[in-house]
C-alpha cells in the first residue's frame, strides 16, 4: 500500500469590505424616497459592496462608456484608428446636450473619431455619441460587445433621439433637432400621454442596467481585461477629463483622490425624475482603486437631495478607507 503525503488545505485569505462601509451604504439606499442602487467593487482588494444593485435602472447617458469600449475595441482590433476623420451633418444633429452643433454648418464638420470620444464622454455631447454609434455599426453592435465581454444585466438602448422621444411619448422627426422645437413638441402633448410614457420606460427602461454590472465592468476596465493597454489608458484619462456632474461623485473626493466618471440625467415630469446617475473608478492616495456606481431609477425628489445621496455613498466609501488607514497606522505605531 502505497501512502501519498495529503497537502494541506489553505484557508483562502479574507478581505472582507469594511462593516461600517456595508452598513452606511445600505442606510443610504434604504432611507431614500425612490428607487436607488449603489454598488461598490474594490478592484485591488476583491471585496463588494451593494444596496439595491441588482436591480435594473435607467443609464441614460452613462451608456456612452459602452459606446466608447465599442468604439476602442473596433480600434484594438484594427477596423478603426483614433484619428481616422469624420464628418458631422445637420442630419447627424440629435437633441437635448449637444455643444457640437454650433459647429455644424450645412456642409458638415470635419472632426476626428478621438474628438467625437473627447466630446461624448468628457461633455456628455449627444451627437457626438450618435455619430459614433453610427460609425461602430449602431446599438447592434454595442450589445455584441457587452455579450462578448459578458458585462452582465447592462442593456443598451435604439439611441438618443429614439430613446428619448419614446420616453416623451413623441415619435422622432430630425426637426426635434433644431433648437427647443423636441421641448416644444413635448410641452403639446396631453399630460396622461407623458406621463404613461415615462412609467413605462421606468417599469422597463431599454437602456437599464443594475449598478452591480456597471461596477464590475468599470473594475475589468481597471485591471486592463476589457481593452488594450492603450485603449484603456486612453479611456480613463478621458473619463478624468470629464466636466459634468460637479455636484456629483467629484464634489465628495477627499484630497489625494482621483476620479474617472460618466454621469447620467434623465427627463423629468413635474417633479418625477427617471435616471439621475454618476459611475466611475475612485482612486485612493496610496494607489487603490475603487470602482462605484450610484444610480436613481425614480425619484420625485429634488436635484440637490439627487446629488446629496450620490456625494454621500462615495463619501462613505473614503470614509471607510480614512478609517482603516488609522487603524492600520495605531496598530503599527510603538506601544500600540
Known sequence: MISLPVPRVLSRPRNDAPRE????????V????????????????????????RRRMPQQSVSKLWVAMTVLDQRDSGRLRLDDPVTIYPADLTLFHQPIASLV?????????????TRALTQSDNTANDRLLTLVGGPAAVRSFIERKQLGDIRFGPGER?????????????SYSLGNSFEIARSRLAPEVRAAALEAYITDPPDGAAPLAIADALSRLARGELLSETSTRFLLATMGSTVTGRARLKAALPPGWSLQHKTGTGQELGRRNAG?????????PDGRRYAIAVMI????????????????????????????????????????
Open 21 to 28: 462601509l456595508v452598513a452606511r451604504v445600505d442606510a443610504l
Open 276 to 284: 439621475f446617475n454618476d459611475v466611475g473608478l475612485l482612486t485612493a
Open 30 to 53: 434604504r432611507s431614500f424616497p425612490g428607487i436607488a442602487g449603489v454598488a461598490i467593487r474594490a478592484v485591488d482588494e476583491g471585496w463588494t459592496v451593494e444596496s439595491g444593485g
Open 162 to 174: 429614439l430613446l428619448q422621444s419614446r420616453t416623451a411619448g413623441l415619435t422622432w422627426q430630425q
Open 105 to 117: 454648418k450645412p456642409g458638415g464638420y470635419q472632426t476626428t473619431v478621438s474628438a467625437l470620444l
Open 297 to 336: 431609477g425614480d425619484t420625485m425628489r429634488p436635484m440637490r437631495d439627487r446629488q446629496q445621496l450620490i456625494q454621500a455613498a462615495a463619501g462613505a466609501l473614503t470614509g471607510s478607507r480614512v478609517n482603516q488607514a488609522l487603524a492600520a497606522s495605531d496598530e503599527d505605531a510603538p506601544g500600540s
